[in-house]
C-alpha cells in the first residue's frame, strides 16, 4: 500500500473559540405584582406585544406597559416581565426539557421515583399513566399518587405554561422540595427522567415569604435574568416613606447599584410646585441618582417611562453615528401634558421629564435629564461601553490559542483591544474631540495611558494580573437648544 502524505509533512490546525457576545441595552424590565409567572422562574420575556396579549390580557398593566414600548419606532425587540411575590409562595418543582411526550407517558404502566416535599419523603412505584389521554390527566395521576402515598393532602398537580408543576400545600419560607429520583434496575420504570423532574431537567422554587419589589428585583438579578432597563407597575409610583424596600427611593436605590436605569413616572402634582421639595422627583435628585430618569404624567393609566425606554432601546451602537438624545422626541400613545411656562420650568429644576406640548402643533419629549443632573443617552451610552471594552478584551484572552506573554509586546497587544473598543465609541458619536476640564485637548476623544512592564510590581506579574490600563475620554455630548443674538441696522 502507499505510504501516507503526513509521514513526510504533517499539518495540524487549531481553531480559536467563537467570541463572547455583547450585551444587549435594549432589553426593558417591567415589574409587576400581577399572578401568571411561577417563582421557580420569576420572569418571563417577548418580542412582541402579540405574545404579551395572549398571556396577560389587553387591561392588564403588562400590556399597557409593553403597548408604550412596543409602539416605539423603531421598534425594539424585547420586553421582561418580573414577578414581585406580595404573599406567601408555596415550594414549587417544574418539569424540565427531556420530558417524555404524551404517547410515551402512556407506556408507564409501574413508573417509580422518590420526591420530598416539606421534609415528607414520598416513595412511587406504581404510577400508571396508561390511560391519559394529555398532560392534564398525566398531573392528575401525579397528584393523586403523591397524596395518597402520603396518606392525605400534601401537594397540587398542574400541567401549566411551563409543564407540569408540583406545588406544596404549606407556603412560606418553611416550605421545601426537592428534584425527583427514579430507582434504577431490572424491572423498573424511572419516571423521574420521563416526567422531567430529574435535577439535570427541572426546575425548583423553595417556598417564600410575601416579598418586596426590591426582594423581587434582587431575586431575579441572582437567576441571571439580563435587562438594561426598569419599568414599574403604576402601584410602586410616588411611594417615598419608609425604607422598607416597598417605594420608588428604594427601587431606585437598588437600580443605582445594579447598573440598571430606572425610568420611573410620576403622578404627583406636588412636582409642578415650586414649593414642595418632598415629592418624589425632589428626594430623587437630592440623593444624586445617575442611573434613574423621573417622568411626569397626569394620567395614572399612561406608561410614558416605557415608551422613552423604547426610543433608547432602537440604538444600534455598533453603527456609526447611532447615538441619539432623548430630547424632542416623539413618544407614540404618551398624551403629552399642557404645563404652564413655570410648571415646566419647575419640572427641570427637579431634573424631571414630561411630554409635552410645544407651541400649537408639536407634541415632544423633553428633556431626558437623570435625576443627578446627567443625560439618559450618556447614562446609556456609557453602560454599553463598559460591557463593549470587557467583552472585547475577554474575547483577546478567551480567543488566543497561545497565550498573551506578561511582556511589554503582551501589554501593547491588550493597549490595541482597548483602543478598538474606543474608537467604537467615536465611531457611534458617544464620544469626540474635544477638551479635559484641565484644557487639553483630546484629539482623537480619548487617551490611553499604559504603565509600561519595568514599573508594573512582580506581584502583579506572579498573579498574572494587568492594572495599568487606563483612559481618559471627552463626551460628544447633544445640542438641547440654541440661542441666537443679531443686530438689525435700517
Known amino acids: 500500500m502507499a505510504i501516507e502524505i503526513f509521514e513526510f509533512a504533517n499539518a495540524s490546525i487549531s481553531v480559536s473559540p467563537s467570541g463572547a457576545a455583547s450585551g444587549d441595552f435594549g432589553v426593558l424590565g417591567f415589574l409587576t405584582n400581577e399572578a401568571g409567572i411561577s417563582p421557580a422562574v420569576r420572569s418571563r420575556s417577548y418580542t412582541g406585544l402579540a405574545s404579551v396579549g395572549g398571556d396577560w390580557g389587553a387591561t392588564s398593566e403588562v400590556?399597557?406597559?409593553?403597548?408604550?414600548?412596543?409602539?416605539?419606532?423603531?421598534?425594539p425587540t424585547t420586553f421582561v416581565v418580573l414577578s414581585v411575590y406580595e404573599?406567601?409562595?408555596p415550594a414549587t418543582?417544574?418539569?424540565g426539557a427531556g420530558s417524555d411526550s404524551i404517547s410515551e407517558l402512556n407506556n408507564i404502566s409501574a413508573g417509580n421515583f422518590n420526591i420530598t416535599i416539606d421534609g415528607v419523603d414520598?416513595?412511587?412505584?406504581?404510577?400508571?399513566?396508561?390511560?391519559?389521554?394529555?398532560?392534564?390527566?398525566?398531573?392528575?395521576?401525579?397528584?393523586?399518587?403523591?397524596?395518597?402515598?402520603?396518606?392525605?393532602?400534601?401537594?397540587?398537580?398542574?400541567?401549566?405554561?411551563?409543564?407540569?408543576?408540583?406545588?406544596?400545600?404549606?407556603?412560606?419560607?418553611a416550605s421545601t422540595i426537592t428534584f425527583a429520583e427514579g430507582a434504577t434496575g431490572v424491572g423498573t420504570s424511572d419516571a423521574a427522567i420521563s416526567?422531567?423532574?430529574?435535577?439535570?431537567?427541572?426546575?425548583?422554587?423553595?417556598?417564600?415569604?410575601?416579598?418586596?419589589?426590591?426582594?423581587?428585583?434582587?431575586?431575579?438579578?441572582?437567576?441571571?435574568?439580563?435587562?438594561?432597563?426598569?419599568?414599574?407597575?403604576a402601584k410602586y409610583r410616588d411611594a417615598i416613606g419608609g425604607a422598607d424596600g416597598?417605594?420608588?427611593?428604594?427601587?431606585?436605590?437598588?437600580?443605582?447599584g445594579a447598573k440598571k436605569i430606572f425610568c420611573n413616572t410620576s403622578?404627583?402634582?406636588?412636582?409642578?410646585?415650586?414649593?414642595?421639595?418632598?415629592?418624589?422627583?425632589?428626594?430623587?435628585?437630592?440623593?444624586?441618582?445617575?442611573?434613574?430618569?423621573?417622568?411626569?404624567?397626569?394620567?395614572?393609566?399612561?406608561y410614558p417611562s416605557a415608551s422613552v425606554f423604547g426610543r433608547a432601546a432602537s440604538v444600534n451602537f455598533a453603527a456609526e453615528g447611532s447615538t441619539l438624545t432623548l430630547n424632542l422626541k416623539q413618544m407614540p400613545t404618551v398624551v403629552a401634558e399642557d404645563l404652564t411656562p413655570s410648571e415646566f420650568a419647575t419640572l427641570r429644576s427637579k431634573n424631571a421629564s414630561a411630554v409635552v406640548r410645544i407651541g400649537k402643533t408639536n407634541n415632544a419629549f423633553t428633556d431626558s435629564k437623570m435625576s443627578s443632573g446627567t443625560w439618559l443617552d450618556t447614562t446609556h451610552g456609557l453602560l454599553w461601553l463598559e460591557n463593549r471594552i470587557e467583552v472585547d478584551m475577554f474575547n483577546l484572552l478567551y480567543q488566543s490559542t497561545t497565550k498573551i506573554p506578561y511582556t511589554q509586546a503582551g501589554i501593547n497587544t491588550t493597549v490595541s483591544t482597548l483602543d478598538r473598543s474606543l474608537q467604537a465609541a467615536v465611531r457611534n458619536n458617544l464620544c469626540a474631540p474635544g477638551y479635559l476640564p484641565d484644557g487639553r485637548y483630546l484629539p482623537e476623544g480619548y487617551l490611553i495611558s499604559q504603565v509600561p512592564l519595568e514599573d508594573t510590581p512582580s506581584s502583579d506579574k506572579s498573579m498574572r494580573q494587568y492594572y495599568g490600563l487606563?483612559?481618559?475620554?471627552?463626551?460628544?455630548?447633544?445640542?438641547?437648544?440654541?440661542?441666537?443674538?443679531?443686530?438689525?441696522?435700517?
Open 267 to 302: 403622578n404627583d402634582l406636588a412636582v409642578l410646585n415650586p414649593a414642595i421639595d418632598t415629592d418624589v422627583a425632589s428626594v430623587l435628585m437630592s440623593m444624586t441618582l445617575r442611573f434613574t430618569l423621573t417622568t411626569f404624567s397626569k394620567d395614572v393609566g399612561a
Open 246 to 256: 416597598t417605594n420608588t427611593r428604594d427601587i431606585a436605590a437598588w437600580a443605582e
Open 122 to 173: 414520598i416513595a412511587i412505584d406504581d404510577l400508571d399513566l396508561q390511560a391519559a389521554l394529555d398532560m392534564g390527566d398525566v398531573a392528575a395521576e401525579l397528584e393523586i399518587a403523591i397524596n395518597a402515598e402520603n396518606g392525605g393532602a400534601l401537594c397540587t398537580v398542574i400541567s401549566g405554561t411551563y409543564g407540569l408543576e408540583i406545588k406544596s400545600l404549606v407556603s412560606g419560607a
Open 470 to 490: 487606563s483612559f481618559e475620554m471627552t463626551g460628544a455630548g447633544a445640542m438641547h437648544g440654541v440661542s441666537i443674538t443679531g443686530g438689525f441696522t435700517e
Open 87 to 89: 404573599t406567601d409562595q
Open 93 to 95: 418543582l417544574i418539569s
Open 63 to 75: 400590556y399597557k406597559a409593553a403597548t408604550a414600548f412596543y409602539s416605539q419606532t423603531p421598534t
Open 195 to 233: 416526567l422531567g423532574f430529574a435535577q439535570h431537567q427541572g426546575k425548583i422554587s423553595e417556598g417564600i415569604a410575601a416579598e418586596t419589589p426590591v426582594d423581587a428585583l434582587a431575586a431575579s438579578l441572582s437567576m441571571g435574568r439580563d435587562f438594561t432597563g426598569l419599568v414599574t407597575a
